[in-house]
């Protein structure tokens, strides 16, 4: 499938362009995405952060933002939502207002929606176009692929217990398919550190994505606990990679600079 004309063009001013993806969900990949796109933006990058995810859109919440209605620029294109610290932010939950109303669509719909996110929004000049993808490898996540011109590749997350796992591999050999770059795997839910005595408690299992990483030969990038903080800094929708003075904040600082030092380093 070649990539459309009006989407090159759109995208012809930014310079990276990154897909976050899960084989199943609840593994936290819009978490890592929503934090991947801070990290980078707080390291003086100018990023575009896309909530691919038409029926579960989380972004939003993720950057606590709330669901005000988008504008339209003088030539048509759609005005993302500007967060700190300097994210340009779209998605569906924008358009449908109603957090609590379903997004009952059929495929062409949903891959119409994907399109114009692509084509007819006002990216502008940016170093990074973050794309969080709905689990699994179905028509969102092939539509993405086959439609972003020269991507550089995709971050895949999963947590350590097996079932977990076997969907990771499935979604490296969908990308290796589509020939789409891994850049790596992220474990999210590594271990859980005791409050009480500061034992690391292996809640899912431990060195399965590791093992995973080395089999199918693609970067670990990093392990980010299962920690409340993560989970709270979600819930108020403040994004932990904001903190400056956070374990968990400084562990993904690390991955941020593995992905930038694996991209830019190409050029």
Not at 4 to 12: F, G, H, K
Not at 78 to 92: A, E, F, R, Y
Not at 103 to 132: C, N, S, T
Request: aromatic share 4%; proline share 8%.
């Amino acid at each position: 499938m070649a990539v459309p004309v009006a989407v090159r063009e759109n995208l012809a001013s930014v310079k990276h362009k990154i897909v976050v993806m899960s084989g199943k969900g609840g593994v936290g990949k819009s978490t890592v995405a929503v934090n991947l796109a801070v990290a980078l933006a707080r390291k003086g990058r100018k990023v575009g952060l896309l909530d691919a995810d038409i029926h579960g859109p989380s972004v939003p919440k993720l950057l606590g933002v709330p669901n005000l209605p988008l504008s339209v620029n003088e030539v048509g294109h759609i005005v993302p939502m500007n967060v700190p610290p300097g994210l340009k932010v779209i998605s569906i939950a924008f358009l449908v207002g109603d957090r609590d109303a379903p997004v009952i669509w059929r495929g062409p719909v949903k891959m119409g929606a994907i399109r114009q996110f692509l084509e007819e929004v006002e990216w502008g000049r940016l170093d990074y176009l973050i794309v969080d993808l709905p689990p699994g490898t179905g028509d969102e996540p092939l539509s993405i692929a086959q439609l972003i011109p020269s991507p550089d590749g995709a971050v895949i997350v999963t947590t350590p217990q097996d079932v977990a796992l076997l969907s990771v591999r499935k979604s490296i050999n969908f990308a290796k398919a589509v020939k789409l770059h891994v850049i790596g795997i992220v474990e999210n839910m590594a271990g859980l550190v005791c409050p009480h005595c500061g034992k690391e408690i292996e809640v899912f299992g431990d060195g399965g994505p590791e093992k995973a990483a080395k089999d199918m030969a693609v970067p670990l990038l990093g392990s980010l606990p299962l920690s409340p903080e993560i989970a709270r800094s979600g819930d108020d929708g403040r994004p932990f990679a904001a903190s400056a003075n956070n374990g968990v904040a400084r562990t993904f600082e690390e991955i941020a600079d593995r992905i930038m030092n694996s991209i830019e380093k190409k050029g």
